[in-house]
């Protein structure tokens, strides 16, 4: 991506995960797609960013199910947290989402800058937390195959 993108990846967000890592790529790019759409015109931007809103929570829920699941399967002692952290991200985004599809006023702009900060931040303390366990604990082959495919 260039340099004065709204978002882009950078290797020190990686968690040492391969398959994992794509996904966050995956979140990282939706986000970029998101505010691009903000910046359409207005029903440009409304029908962009309505379809942009779906695939975030759509992908959302696939990759923290995913993460979940690895993190139950590598016995990760910090699960219970994690979860409680997907879930409330999950119930503030579909709140907006409910907000948007009702007509109420949510300044679109605003909302991929909160899904950029909270991705981005969960990534970069929150999952290197289970990623630095892996390291500790598991070969990174074994991870892999526990995995979802991404």
Not at 37 to 60: N, P
Not at 70 to 81: D, N, S
Not at 99 to 120: C, H, M, Q, T, Y
Request: net charge negative.
């Amino acid at each position: 991506m260039e340099e004065n993108t709204f978002v882009e990846w950078k290797d020190s967000y990686s968690v040492g995960i391969p398959k994992i890592d794509a996904q966050h790529q995956e979140l990282v790019q939706l986000t970029a797609r998101l505010y691009d759409a903000c910046l359409s015109g207005t029903e440009t931007a409304r029908f962009y960013f309505k379809q942009a809103m779906h695939d975030i929570v759509q992908y959302v829920n696939f990759h923290f199910s995913a993460e979940e699941k690895l993190m139950e399967r590598i016995g990760f002692p910090g699960l219970p947290e994690h979860k409680r952290q997907h879930e409330a991200f999950v119930k503030k985004v579909l709140e907006d989402v409910k907000k948007f599809e009702s007509g109420k006023a949510i300044v679109p702009n605003i909302f991929a800058r909160f899904l950029r900060d909270w991705i981005l931040t969960h990534i970069a303390e929150v999952d290197k937390e289970y990623g630095e366990y892996v390291k500790f604990f598991k070969k990174e082959s074994e991870v892999e195959d526990m995995v979802i495919p991404s």
